[in-house]
């Protein structure tokens, strides 16, 4: 009996010991991954973090045989818009696109300029002031606070202060042209602008916010990742590939042209209004066809 009590007590011992050490080194900070989280769904998508945009190689200026600069408006009630104005509040689809370039603009990681229905200037004395051209002018609610150290100014709005609800259309300007040095037809977007569309008290009325060259955007769109269908939440994309593989619906309200006028300046019906822009699709599309021979 004693002979099986000396073996058995130093087992005990061992095992009290261990469960001890277990119970020392379980911490709630073994739950959480590196991200100091728990997933909360399948694996559907990655870290974005660290992506990059697909660089496009500018062509130079001797090599652009042909070349067409079109205006588009997009509705984002249009259902294949969608993706671009829900979630109207952040969630686990992420944020609407309205919210991610308000914050961009509010940190000044990209430039935002004024808008001008003739010309789009981006130049520094063309640059808005984000207080006094968006802020106040469209009644956000925010709080300002100046660094003491730095003197700079910052600004903090809530997210549901940001109007998204009200930004429901973007103009797009584009360039549709033709490198035959890579003897390639393709369209580079040049900057998009925000559409508030509100009653200020005399009816619903567009208002413009800004220009925002689309190169400065693509660096923070590439890394953000928004839900493109109901059918397949596995189906993700990010902002960039939305533009760029062209998954939006959209309507022409302007091509380049001497005199500067909009299709609406010269087009009195909805139907003659239709015909035009169909008209500058047909133009673009037989210009693309007529480069090659069969």
């Known amino acids: 009996m004693k002979a099986i009590n000396r ?12 469960a001890s050490a277990f119970a020392q080194s379980s911490t709630t900070d073994d739950f959480f991954n590196e991200y100091g989280e728990i997933p909360a769904n399948l694996p559907t998508s990655y870290d974005m973090k660290e992506l990059t945009p697909i660089e496009y190689q500018s062509p130079r200026a ?32 992420g944020r609407a696109l309205f919210s991610e370039i ?28 984000f207080e006094e051209d968006i802020l106040k002018k469209f009644e956000i609610i925010y709080k300002a606070q100046v660094d003491p150290t730095t003197k700079v100014r910052t600004f ?12 429901i259309k973007y103009f797009m300007k584009e360039v549709w042209f033709f490198d035959r040095n890579s003897s390639t037809f393709t369209v580079k977007i040049i900057a998009i602008c925000p559409v508030l569309v509100t009653d200020r008290g ?27 269908t109901d059918k397949n939440n596995g189906a993700r994309m990010s902002f960039d590939d939305l533009f760029i593989k062209r998954r939006f619906a959209s309507n022409i309200y302007k091509e380049s042209n ?21 008209r500058i699709k047909t133009d673009i599309i037989n210009m693309e066809q007529d480069l090659w021979e069969y």
């Open 7 to 18: 073996i058995l007590l130093p087992l005990m011992v061992v095992f009290a010991l261990g």
């Open 62 to 93: 001797d090599d652009i045989y042909w070349q067409k600069v079109v205006y588009r408006v997009l509705d984002l009630r249009e259902k294949m818009n969608y993706p671009l104005y829900y979630p109207e509040e952040p969630s686990n689809n």
């Open 102 to 129: 308000f914050t961009l603009i509010k940190d000044k990681k990209v430039p935002a300029f004024k808008f001008e229905f003739a010309d789009e200037k981006f130049t520094k004395a063309n640059a808005i002031d």
């Open 156 to 167: 903090e709005v809530e997210e549901a202060d940001i109007p998204n609800r009200e930004v």
């Open 202 to 228: 005399v009816g619903i009325q567009n208002f413009p916010i800004c220009w925002i060259p689309y190169d400065n955007l693509r660096p923070y769109f590439v890394q953000h990742e928004i839900l493109i």
């Open 258 to 278: 001497i005199q500067n006028r909009m299709i609406l300046d010269y087009n009195g019906t909805q139907e003659d209004v239709k015909r035009e822009q169909q």
